[in-house]
């Protein structure tokens, strides 16, 4: 199953802002939008945003998410130590049938 | 508090066969769409499997039709992954995720630690 496109690695210096991309097609991302998870090395993927843009309570507003079109964007400003991880799309592909994740991206913090 | 607890994963020899078993509390586990996802050693998410709160809609990925099996126990709150016909390339952290709802939003809400399945001789 074709997967979503994400940038492998983004640096950025630290409280400086980074956007994260993830690109898919209209059966998924360009659908029902694409959800966001961030993952520290050793532990399981958390939740950022839901497939809408909203936030879970207790993720920090320096996190925000849109879509345009079959791409979402990640932003995260004021970049702190701690939000240098893996962070990862995914969507629901009506054509496929299938959930499909990016391949992620690294994000490091300078 | 959401928890959900993986168990059941080793060590297995190719061809093989495990049964993985993913414990739900803090929520109403007949309400929810569940999954499994996996991870292989320092590489993405890769979805396994899902299945609908009453068990009546299941879908696989192409990578694991034929030979994995999800299923659930609303009664005990628990979710399953039978495996059979193991390869070296499903060597992969396993994760039980539980879908967020309404439908129209829903995202992969909860995740378990994970459980580790090796596939090797």
């Known amino acids: 199953q074709a997967g979503l496109t994400q940038p492998p690695s983004v640096s950025k210096d630290l409280r400086q802002t980074a956007t994260l991309t993830c690109t898919g097609n209209?059966?998924?991302?360009?659908?029902?939008?694409a959800s966001w998870l961030q993952q520290h090395p050793g532990h399981p993927p958390k939740l950022l945003f839901y497939?809408?843009?909203n936030r879970p309570s207790g993720i920090s507003e320096r996190f925000s998410a849109s879509r345009s079109g079959n791409t979402a964007s990640l932003t995260i400003t004021g970049l702190q130590p701690e939000d240098e991880a893996d962070y990862f799309c995914s969507a629901w592909d009506s054509s496929l049938t299938a959930w499909v994740f990016g391949g992620g991206t690294k994000l490091t913090v300078l | 508090e959401v928890q959900l607890v993986e168990s059941g994963g080793g060590l297995v020899q190719p061809g093989g066969s495990l049964r993985l078993s993913c414990a739900a509390s803090g929520f109403t586990f007949s309400s929810y769409e569940m999954n499994w996802v996996r991870q292989a050693p320092g590489k993405g998410l890769e979805w396994v499997s899902h299945i609908s709160p009453s068990g009546n809609n299941i879908y696989y990925a192409d990578s694991v039709k034929g030979r994995f099996t999800i299923s659930r126990d609303n009664a005990k709150n628990s979710l399953y992954l039978q495996m059979n016909s193991l390869r070296a390339e499903d060597t992969a952290v396993y994760y039980c995720?539980?879908?967020?709802?309404?439908?129209?939003?829903?995202?992969?809400?909860?995740w378990g630690q994970g459980t580790l399945v090796t596939v090797s001789s």
């Open positions: 995720a539980r879908l967020s709802i309404p439908v129209d939003i829903r995202s992969f809400e909860y």
């Open positions: 497939r809408n843009n």
């Open positions: 209209s059966n998924n991302v360009g659908y029902q939008g």
